[in-house]
């Protein structure tokens, strides 16, 4: 639809930036820090985690930076074996500091914190006893949430229970040390995940229900590549078991129907206890983070041998399913230069269809352009290509809340350069450059890109020049 007159952005816009604890922190062994399942991740062409961009020890420094910025809200995660380091257990008290000062001095540079529970990093030693496999995680979830919400009751507003589930189910080399479970295995596991975000969207409502709480999963709209009708029912497939699964979930308490058909068919779907689906109708999401970086063209599935499960590479990267779907190339649009389609326009179709479905409040909890950078000769980092990336999804963002939508905010990823989950520090998305290689840290100063002036001026001007 076109608009005659723009509509400005709402004046309590959250005007964000993204990062998640194992990404970022560094100190993975530091202060009584418990291993998580990414610890294990030492690819020999990559970074690990053990400093990333040392922001355990910078935290200030940051802090001050997203201050000049002129961020509104900050969105992070809580490292769970940082704070438990078992996952259950013993609290890790230095653990917990870490945060309480992080969320002091975020509050303090006038900044809303928005707080992920669980970002891809699940404590080892729950791995080692079946992971989301085993009930008794679902259990040490709720205690590791019921924690973080006596301890920062009235200070986080915004609460994030896991980020990009659906990533994990239909992506899951990169969260599975070892071997990588079947798919029956990995719907059990998405299952328990359910219980365990509406277990702590419970303890929530009792000891601060003031706070809001909501998914963070990896949303995009999903095209047909023809109007033949059958394109047309490969698209709907996909997307239900893709982001419907995930968000009827969460805005609804229960299984989309068509998902659910597909895992009755495939025989994947997941063993339900009793009362499982009474609490999940009872504890829905007061609102819904969306990480968006493009779309999905697909095909009716040919089922002449190629399709089969995406389960690998990252998130981006599909194949298809037999009696599914087939991915295809949507030739309209560019790419990054590490393969991602580029489709600001999709950001606007992805925010009105879930905001059609659901009527919720949505906040983009990630979006972004990553590519390789390094310092130039006049000591600076000119990344004009994350400026035109983010103005153009920007633009549509604005586009979407004229057609109604709810967007409270918008928090790019990545506030930093960071650990990227399969190119390291090849892969930048930052404001902030990190002087570091991949294996060298060189001096680890933060040097504030060109996007990072653009951006400080656009939230200056509350979008107005869009
Ligand atoms: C999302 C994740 O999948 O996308 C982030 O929540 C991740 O953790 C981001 O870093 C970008 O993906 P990648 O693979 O480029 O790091």
């Given amino acids: 639809m076109f608009y005659s007159v723009k509509k400005p952005f709402p004046e309590n816009f959250l005007w ?31 970074s690990d985690f053990s400093v990333a961009s040392d922001h355990y020890h910078r935290y200030k420094e940051d802090v001050a930076l997203m201050k000049e910025l002129g961020l509104k809200a900050y969105r992070f995660s809580i490292s769970w074996s940082r704070v438990f380091p078992e996952g259950a257990g013993k609290v890790n008290e230095a653990g917990l500091e870490f945060y309480k000062n992080l969320i002091d001095e975020l509050l303090s540079a006038g ?19 079946g992971g989301w496999g085993n009930r008794e995680t679902i259990d040490a979830f709720e205690r590791y949430a019921r924690l973080m919400f006596e301890t920062f009751k009235g200070k986080v507003k915004y609460w994030l229970t896991i980020n990009e589930q659906n990533i994990m189910i239909n992506h899951p080399n990169a969260m599975y040390p070892g071997r990588v479970p079947s798919q029956k295995e990995l ?22 229900p003031e706070a809001k709480i909501g998914p963070a999963p990896n949303i995009i709209a999903v095209y047909p590549k023809s109007s033949l009708p059958e394109d047309i029912i490969a698209a709907d497939n996909w997307e239900a078991i893709r982001d419907w699964l995930y968000l009827d979930m969460a805005a609804y308490g229960r299984y989309n129907s068509l998902a659910k058909a597909y895992l009755e068919e495939k025989g994947y779907f997941p063993e339900i206890e009793e009362g499982d689906m009474e609490l999940l109708a009872a504890n829905t999401a007061d609102y819904l983070g969306i990480n968006y970086y493009s779309t999905a063209t697909v095909s009716a599935a040919k089922n002449d041998g190629h399709d089969r499960a995406p389960r690998n590479g990252d998130q981006q990267t599909m194949v298809g399913e037999e009696g599914v779907f087939r991915a295809e190339e949507n030739p309209a649009l560019k790419a990054t230069e590490f393969g991602w389609k580029i489709d600001p326009v999709g950001l606007r179709t992805t925010l009105r269809r879930v905001y059609d479905r659901y009527h919720l409040p949505l906040l983009i909890t990630e ?100």
Wanted: charged content about 25%; proline content about 3%; glycine content about 8%.
């Fill in 16 to 46: 964000g930036a993204s990062t998640s604890a194992y990404q970022v922190e560094g100190a993975a062994d530091l202060d009584g820090k418990g291993p998580s399942i990414q610890d294990l991740h030492k690819p020999e062409h990559i």
């Fill in 111 to 129: 900044i809303e914190p928005c707080v992920t529970l669980y970002h891809f990093d699940l404590p080892l030693a729950l791995h080692e006893n």
């Fill in 187 to 208: 719907y059990q596991h998405n299952h328990h995940m359910f219980v365990a975000s509406a277990r702590a969207t419970a303890a929530l409502r009792e000891i601060d």
């Fill in 367 to 466: 979006n972004g352009i990553g590519g390789k950078e390094e310092i130039e000769a006049d000591g600076k980092v000119h990344d004009r290509y994350r400026i035109e990336y983010l103005r153009v999804h920007f633009e549509q963002a604005r586009l979407a809340l004229q057609d109604g939508v709810d967007l409270m905010g918008y928090c790019p990823w990545a506030f930093i350069d960071l650990v990227s989950t399969h190119q390291g520090y090849q892969k930048r998305y930052g404001f902030v450059h990190v002087d570091r290689g991949e294996k060298d840290l060189r001096t680890m100063n933060r040097i504030k890109k060109d996007s990072f002036d653009w951006y400080q001026n656009l939230i200056r001007e509350n979008g107005a020049n869009l």
